[in-house]
C-alpha cells in the first residue's frame, strides 16, 4: 500500500515568487492537512480537507491557499514568498480526520531566498 | 489558548540508560493525544493514540501514558535506533491537532 506521496522534494524560491506543493494522499483517504514545520515554531496547523471542502484553517496569512481534488488529491499555494516562509511543509492523510492518527508524507522542503 | 509542552527539547542517554519525555497540554477538549517519531529528513510516524487519563500503551522499549494535564513516554533500555526526535500532539474539539515541538533522543553505543 502506497503512502502519502509530496512532490516536490525540494524547492529553492526567491521572494515575492509563488509556489505549489503537491500531495497524494493514501488511497481512500478523504481527509488531508497540511502542516508547516520549522527548528523554532515546531509543527503549525495549516488547513485541513476534506471531501474538496476546507474543514478546518489555523492562523496563517491568506497567502497560504489550499484545494482538493475528486480524488482527494490536494495542492497548496503560498503566494508572495517571504523569507520566513523557509521550512519543511508536511502532508497528512486519514480516512475522515475525526479521532484517528495521521500518516505523514516525507514532506517538500522549500527555500525562499 | 491550545497549547502543547514538551520536555528536555533535547536528551542524551547511554544504551540501557531508561528515561521518560514528558507532554503536557492545556486544551478545550482533548478528543485523544497522539505520540509520533520523526526521524530526519522524513515525516512523523505514528506511535500511539491514548484517549483517557489512565490509559497506557506499550509498543518494544516504549510506553506511553495519559493524565489529565499530560503524558510521557518512558524509553526502557533504550537502542541507538530509537536515536529520534518525538513529538506529541492532541487532537481537541475543534477537531484540529495542536503538536509540540519535540523532544530530540540520542542514544550512544
Known amino acids: 500500500k502506497a503512502g502519502v506521496t509530496q512532490t516536490p522534494r525540494y524547492l529553492i524560491k526567491t521572494r515575492g515568487q509563488q509556489v505549489t506543493l503537491s500531495c497524494s494522499p493514501i488511497s481512500g483517504h478523504r481527509s488531508v492537512s497540511w502542516y508547516q514545520q520549522t527548528p523554532g515554531q515546531g509543527l503549525q496547523f495549516l488547513f485541513e480537507?476534506?471531501?474538496?471542502?476546507?474543514?478546518n484553517k489555523g492562523n496563517f496569512p491568506g497567502r497560504f491557499s489550499g484545494r482538493q481534488f475528486s480524488n482527494s488529491r490536494s495542492e497548496m499555494n503560498v503566494s508572495t514568498l517571504e523569507l520566513g516562509d523557509s521550512a519543511l511543509y508536511l502532508c497528512a492523510s486519514s480516512w475522515t480526520g475525526f479521532d484517528e492518527k495521521l500518516f505523514f508524507g516525507s514532506g517538500t522542503q522549500l527555500s525562499v531566498l | 489558548e491550545d497549547q502543547v509542552t514538551q520536555s528536555p527539547e533535547a536528551l542524551r542517554l547511554q544504551e540501557g540508560e531508561s528515561s521518560s519525555l514528558n507532554c503536557s497540554y492545556t486544551v478545550s477538549g482533548l478528543r485523544g493525544l497522539f505520540w509520533y517519531r520523526q526521524d530526519p529528513g522524513k515525516g512523523p510516524e505514528f506511535l500511539f493514540t491514548l484517549y483517557s487519563a489512565g490509559e497506557e500503551k506499550e509498543k518494544e522499549r516504549l510506553k506511553a501514558t495519559l493524565t489529565k494535564k499530560e503524558s510521557f513516554l518512558h524509553i526502557t533500555a533504550p537502542k541507538p535506533e530509537d536515536s529520534a526526535t518525538y513529538l506529541c500532539?492532541?487532537?481537541?474539539?475543534?477537531?484540529?491537532?495542536?503538536f509540540g515541538t519535540g523532544t530530540s533522543l540520542t542514544v550512544i553505543p
Open positions: 500532539a492532541v487532537q481537541a474539539t475543534g477537531n484540529q491537532f495542536y
Open positions: 480537507y476534506f471531501s474538496e471542502t476546507q474543514r
